[in-house]
């Protein structure tokens, strides 16, 4: 718990914030008090990082990584624009390299390993917590991302579905979407499930991201065949607590 954490964690804080306020959004009872102190604890951890930030500099492990789903979390979680956030994407960008794509500075697979997943992550931001004075250089910044997302070769379902993402959060058309969508389908199981590579055993976290990217950010209907198959393998692998 609470004592043990020194840190915010993506996993541990920030995807769980999300998942609150999607339930809070569907009319979900949550507990408001323990909301609050989540999203505390996550600016008190990186209020210390503000400065370092703005240096270009970043103290916490994980770099844009961390940062991005902290972002996404304080987002979820209802917390404006301020200083803390302007450093955070200010760091960011100066983490963007020549061809568009945003790199890792952590290797943790499956959910940060590679360039997809940070450019991702970082376009979210980006657009959760735009700096006003910066619209046009950012305007530029997402659009040499779009461009390195549509020639990037992605190789597993991370990579498949933050691609996905991130080209969706980069303003990329329905069109240019598509083949992306369907190479997402593509790798679906005979089960229903996703496999995070070719051959290995399959996981919720693997399908769950994948059925994520291909509604949110694929506009697939809930109700297509693909989706109620992985929806249908969750449901019937979930554990009982």
């Given at each position: 718990g ?11 804080n920030?995807l769980p914030q ?7 959004k ?5 507990n ?18 503000l400065e370092?930030?703005?240096?270009g500099a970043s103290?916490?492990?994980g770099g844009?990584d ?9 987002a979820?979680a ?5 200083a803390?956030t ?5 760091f ?9 794509a945003f790199?890792?500075?952590?290797y ?5 390993y590679g ?10 931001s980006?657009?959760l917590?735009?700096i006003?004075?910066?619209?046009e250089?950012f305007?530029?910044?997402?659009e ?5 997302l549509?020639?990037a070769k ?8 933050m691609?996905?993402?991130?080209l969706?959060?980069?303003g990329?058309s329905?069109s ?6 369907n190479a997402l389908k ?5 089960d229903g499930?996703?496999s995070q590579l ?5 996981d ?6 994948a059925?994520y990217?291909?509604?949110i950010s694929?506009?697939?209907?809930v ?8 929806v249908?393998?969750?449901?019937r692998?979930?554990l009982?607590?």
């Amino acid at each position: 718990g609470w004592k043990a954490r020194r840190c915010v964690s993506c996993h541990s804080n920030s995807l769980p914030q999300m998942a609150v306020a999607l339930a809070r959004k569907k009319g979900f009872a949550v507990n408001e008090e323990q909301g609050q102190k989540e999203l505390g604890f996550a600016i008190a951890t990186d209020e210390p990082v503000l400065e370092p930030n703005r240096l270009g500099a970043s103290p916490i492990g994980g770099g844009s990584d961390t940062l991005g789903y902290t972002l996404m979390g304080m987002a979820a979680a209802g917390a404006p624009a301020d200083a803390l956030t302007d450093a955070h994407i200010h760091f960011m960008s100066l983490n963007q390299y020549p061809d568009g794509a945003f790199r890792n500075g952590s290797y943790r697979p499956p959910s940060e390993y590679g360039p997809f997943t940070t450019t991702a992550v970082a376009l979210r931001s980006i657009k959760l917590y735009p700096i006003p004075g910066r619209r046009e250089e950012f305007k530029e910044r997402v659009e040499r991302a779009r461009r390195w997302l549509l020639s990037a070769k992605a190789s597993s379902t991370e990579e498949r579905s933050m691609q996905l993402n991130a080209l969706a959060d980069a303003g990329a058309s329905r069109s240019e979407r598509a083949p992306f969508v369907n190479a997402l389908k593509a790798t679906q199981n005979q089960d229903g499930s996703w496999s995070q590579l070719p051959g290995v055993r399959p996981d919720a976290y693997s399908t769950g991201e994948a059925l994520y990217a291909l509604h949110i950010s694929g506009s697939v209907p809930v109700s297509d065949p693909v989706y109620q198959k992985g929806v249908q393998w969750l449901l019937r692998n979930q554990l009982e607590d």
